[in-house]
């Protein structure tokens, strides 16, 4: 008997998500980029309403389930990388009261690098492998991808990155010091292609404020997509978005040359689709 008992509550989706969308809805999820371990279902915890978020979030959050390898990672290497930071109700969510000090962190004062949706950590690891004199914060929350962020650090022996499990925008609105940043990268944000999802996307007028406030003045906020629609958008949403200007000439802003090419930028590359890099400069 392999078919899932929908009346058994350990079949059902974590409620402490929010606004997850329908299965309809996943799967006109054109790009289905989400990888198949995120799709488990988590074990079903008493209903509380106030684990809805007042705003939809940009990702659809399951278990994860984890190899066993990634669950040792997990266990042994979390410690040395993993911020843990204080929750608000839902699970990836934080606190009013958390707070996150680059330089207690670190035990230094350096150029900060955070990343939104750092995936299997490709880009961030490569970055901190290659700039041992910044810092590196990794914000993500898919449990598995932050498992082998950890392996990929552990190997590279970095001791200027560090790992969050949680919503990003409310790491870099609520944890981080204002004005503490000296780049946000977002790259390859889940596109939400569909106009009923749109709502979801990561950049957005709301995230601009957000940024806005976590850079420094003078700091870069460089985004990168393979989603010609998601990169309009991106555009349009950045050019009007208060205390930022263009940092580049012309249509697009160059390939960004701190970015490794990452497994969903290469299934975009083998797809046709056209990258594209865009980077606003903080005033
Ligand atoms: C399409 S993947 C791209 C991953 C990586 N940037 C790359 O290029 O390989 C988008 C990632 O963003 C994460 N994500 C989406 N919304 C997020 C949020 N609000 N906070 C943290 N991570 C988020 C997802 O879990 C997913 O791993």
């Given at each position: 008997m392999t078919r899932t008992d929908r009346t058994d509550p350990s079949n059902r989706t974590d409620p402490t998500e929010p606004a997850e969308p329908s299965r309809s809805e996943q799967r006109d999820q054109q790009d289905p980029r989400d990888q198949p371990d995120q799709r488990?279902?988590?074990?079903y915890k008493s209903f509380d309403p106030r684990t809805f978020r007042d705003k939809p979030v940009s990702f659809v959050r399951r278990s994860?389930?984890?190899t066993p390898s990634q669950e040792r990672a997990w266990e042994d290497l979390g410690p040395r990388y993993l911020h843990e930071l204080p929750r608000g109700h839902a699970a990836t969510s934080v606190a009013d009261h958390a707070s996150l000090e680059p330089a207690e962190v670190f035990g230094r004062v350096a150029p900060l690098v955070v990343e939104v949706g750092s995936?299997?950590?490709?880009?961030?690891v490569h970055a901190a492998s290659e700039l041992r004199d910044w810092d590196f914060i990794a914000v993500e929350v898919f449990r598995a991808g932050l498992a082998r962020t950890m392996i990929r650090a552990e190997w590279a022996d970095l001791a200027n990155l560090r790992l969050v499990e949680a919503n990003a925008p409310e790491v870099l609105e609520r944890a981080l010091p204002e004005?503490?940043?000296?780049e946000i990268w977002v790259f390859f944000p889940d596109p939400w292609a569909k106009e009923r999802h749109k709502k979801r996307r990561l950049v957005s007028p709301?995230?601009?404020r957000i940024a806005a406030r976590a850079?420094?003045?003078?700091?870069l906020l460089r985004l990168a997509t393979d989603w010609e629609d998601y990169a309009e958008h991106m555009r349009e949403t950045m050019d009007a978005a208060p205390g930022f200007a263009r940092d580049f000439a012309g249509e697009w802003a160059p390939r960004f040359e701190g970015r490794v090419l990452t497994a969903f930028e290469q299934k975009g590359i083998d797809k046709g689709r056209v990258i594209r890099d865009l980077a606003y400069r903080s005033a």
């Open positions: 488990q279902t988590l074990p994860g389930r984890m995936g299997q950590g490709h880009a961030i004005h503490s940043v000296d709301d995230f601009a850079l420094k003045p003078g700091g």
